[in-house]
């Protein structure tokens, strides 16, 4: 009984000891990596600054020809605020960019519509962090699009899909074609232009339901949340995406 309790003993003495030590690596970890997400935060935001002070030479001339058409995706309650959208379509006017698709999934941005419009009209100077960076654009083209756009899209486009392939006295299976797709979709009239840069701003890294068929060659980038958009975030992305050479396959 004693030799017993003995090992009882030691074996408890080592299962207290190894969760103790698992306890520490654990800890141990967690600061390391709690450290480093916190340097390369210090990073992001030095660098954001040099970007909006122009301190960084490498982002000043942008091709902006690259990017013909642009695309922003917001989760629906950030795209409630709309001085903030507002502000962000000031930052790409001020850039160049000239063609804006803007998203959310319920639809917030189109019934918002009318006063995002008046109030880019009424501002003539773009104002970025507190510093002027040049007049907007005479003219800003701009695009509403949220989820419920889809569905009738989907639903015409099946329909057409199914009266030219499936309705006909053909025999066999018809082998339906990327390029069967788009010619259902433009027959529907919901083909839309392609963004060459789609930018999220959202808690989420994905497209929250923007039209699949129209960001088939697009470059997708997390944004972060709208409330916490930089400037020099946005530079950077666009500074990005104007140096990749994207091959596109068959």
Not at 157 to 175: D, E, I, M, Q, R
Not at 182 to 195: D, T, V
Not at 230 to 242: D, N, P, Q, R, V
Request: glycine share 8%.
């Amino acid at each position: 009984m004693d030799l017993g309790n003995e090992v009882q003993k030691i074996l408890t003495w080592t299962s207290v000891c190894g969760n103790f030590g698992l306890h520490l690596v654990w800890l141990f970890l967690h600061l390391i990596i709690n450290v480093w997400y916190s340097v390369l935060g210090i990073a992001r935001k030095v660098e954001n600054t040099l970007i909006s002070s122009g301190l960084l030479k490498s982002y000043h001339a942008i091709n902006i020809s690259k990017v013909r058409y642009l695309a922003v995706v917001i989760e629906s309650e950030e795209a409630r605020q709309t001085s903030k959208v507002l502000e962000l379509l000031h930052w790409l006017a001020s850039i160049g960019i000239k063609s804006i698709c803007l998203y959310d999934r319920e639809g917030v941005l189109k019934k918002s519509q009318e006063a995002i419009i008046e109030g880019l009209n009424k501002s003539q100077e773009s104002i970025i962090e507190g510093s002027d960076r040049g007049t907007l654009p005479e003219h800003v083209d701009l695009e509403f699009v949220s989820f419920a756009d889809s569905k009738p899209a989907v639903a015409k486009a099946a329909n057409f899909l199914f009266v030219k392939h499936y309705a006909s006295t053909k025999p066999g299976k018809p082998n339906i074609t990327e390029s069967d797709m788009s010619e259902a979709l433009q027959a529907a009239g919901y083909e839309g232009r392609e963004p060459d840069l789609l930018l999220v701003y959202g808690p989420v890294r994905c497209h929250m339901g923007f039209p699949a068929w129209r960001i088939r060659y697009t470059e997708i980038v997390h944004m972060g949340p709208l409330k916490s958009m930089k400037f020099g975030s946005l530079i950077k992305a666009i500074h990005k995406f104007t140096k990749v050479h994207q091959n596109y396959g068959q």
